[in-house]
């Protein structure tokens, strides 16, 4: 996770909204992304999707099926079924997002067994780093709000 935050990093200091993901297969990253839609005028350009196309084309298959993802906040619709549709093993992710999140917290697809293909392993716990995931988001938002006053 701390991978996927160095990531975020990287997309606070481009001016994007602070999201970083990396992919991983056999316990080594394979593929890293952060947030690119302002400075891709992309708006599927999420950190999850920017992984997914990397570790793809690395692995030359769509399917990514003994690969895990981390990401530093919960996925959006857009991204947890990217994520699916990839058939990533496990999504791990450091900060719930009330807001726009689909596993737990909006939509809980999680619950809906039919749907459950993948294991979700949500924050609220030290090792996925989920204050420090949701303090920079909130940190980013912050400073937009006072800005803008």
Same mark, same amino acid.
């Given at each position: ?9 990287? !997309? ?8 970083? $993901?990396? %992919? ?12 690119? @839609?302002? !400075? ?8 999850? %999707?920017?992984?997914?196309? #990397? $570790? $793809? ?21 857009? @991204? ?5 549709? !990839?058939?990533?093993? #496990? %999504? ?9 999140? @689909?596993? +737990? ?6 619950? %809906? ?10 924050? +609220? #716990? ?24």
């Amino acid at each position: 996770m701390f991978q996927a935050l160095k990531e975020a990093f990287k !997309a606070q200091e481009s001016q994007e909204v602070p999201v970083g $993901a990396v %992919i991983v297969k056999d316990s080594k990253i394979i593929a890293r992304g952060f947030n690119k @839609c302002i !400075a891709s005028s992309d708006p599927t350009a999420h950190a999850e %999707i920017v992984a997914l196309r #990397k $570790a $793809a084309k690395k692995l030359k298959n769509y399917r990514l099926t003994d690969c895990d993802a981390y990401t530093t906040i919960e996925p959006c619709v857009m @991204c947890a079924g990217a994520l699916a549709n !990839a058939r990533i093993k #496990k %999504i791990i992710f450091g900060a719930f997002d009330k807001k726009a999140g @689909c596993y +737990k917290s909006m939509l809980k697809t999680a619950d %809906i067994k039919k749907l459950s293909r993948r294991i979700v392993i949500a924050g +609220k #716990k030290e090792k996925y780093l989920s204050a420090e995931c949701a303090n920079i988001i909130k940190d980013f938002f912050k400073k937009i709000r006072q800005q803008k006053a």
